[in-house]
């Protein structure tokens, strides 16, 4: 008998196995969203909540073809009068640029802030660090 046993076998099989694939794909996707929300963090997005915070983003320029190469290993750039914004590929990346910056760099994940005065807000102000290490928890 085998096969012919059970004809109804193939579709229940497949039934499981798209039912599965029809949970499995959202939940990965939630998941995914959940873990690498920053991810999708780009300069524009940040200098975006900075101006919503009452941070001066003045004549921001995107300046990735320009500072994104071969010589700095980053995915996006945007320069504005007050500081610059560079989103990295890896984590790893980021550190590197920012601790190369010294006291004029922030670093929080992907996302390296560059600017001539980390500490030119009074404590009760905002601050462009708060700012961006505000939008996430950090792990």
């Known amino acids: 008998m085998g096969e012919h046993a059970d004809p109804y076998r193939r579709v229940r099989r497949r039934r499981w196995t798209l039912g599965l694939i029809a949970v499995f794909i959202p939940v990965l996707a939630l998941l995914h969203g959940t873990l690498f929300n920053r991810w999708y963090l780009t ?21 990735t073809s320009e500072e994104c190469g071969a010589h700095l290993r980053c995915r996006e750039a945007l ?52 700012i961006i290490d505000g939008m996430w928890t950090s792990n």
Do not use: M
């Open 43 to 63: 300069p524009g997005l940040a200098a975006e909540a900075f101006g919503h915070a009452g941070l001066p983003v003045t004549k921001a320029l995107d300046t």
């Open 79 to 130: 320069q504005a009068q007050e500081l610059s914004i560079y989103q990295f590929w890896f984590r790893e990346d980021a550190r590197e640029f920012a601790e190369s910056l010294g006291a004029s760099a922030h670093q929080s994940d992907w996302i390296v802030l560059r600017y001539e005065d980390a500490n030119n807000n009074e404590p009760s102000e905002p601050s462009y660090a708060g």
